[in-house]
C-alpha cells in the first residue's frame, strides 16, 4: 500500500481506506446535476450559429448559479 501510495502521491491510510470500502465511489447522475444546461444547450445550440463554446459562455451569463458543465466535459 505505501508502494502504492507513493507512486499515486496520496496517503497510504487513504489506501487502505478504499481497500477497506470506507470511500464509497461517488455516483453522480449527470442529468440531474445538469439538468438547467442540458435542457439549454438543447433550445439554443445551432452549429449554424453558434459554437458550444458560444452557448456555454451564454448560459454562463444567462444562469449565474446554475452548474455547467466545462467545455471538454461537454464535447465528451
Known amino acids: 500500500m505505501r508502494k502504492v501510495a ?12 478504499y481497500k477497506a470500502g470506507i470511500y464509497k465511489k461517488r455516483k453522480i447522475d449527470i442529468d ?8 439549454y444547450l438543447f433550445e439554443h445550440y445551432d452549429r449554424r450559429h453558434h459554437s458550444i463554446e458560444v452557448c ?5 451569463k444567462r444562469y449565474r ?4 458543465p466545462s467545455v471538454q466535459q461537454t464535447y465528451k
Open 6 to 17: 507513493s507512486i499515486l502521491e496520496i496517503s497510504h491510510s487513504t489506501i487502505s481506506r
Open 32 to 39: 440531474e446535476k445538469y439538468d438547467t444546461f442540458i435542457k
Open 56 to 60: 456555454i459562455h451564454n448560459f454562463k
Open 65 to 68: 448559479r446554475a452548474l455547467c
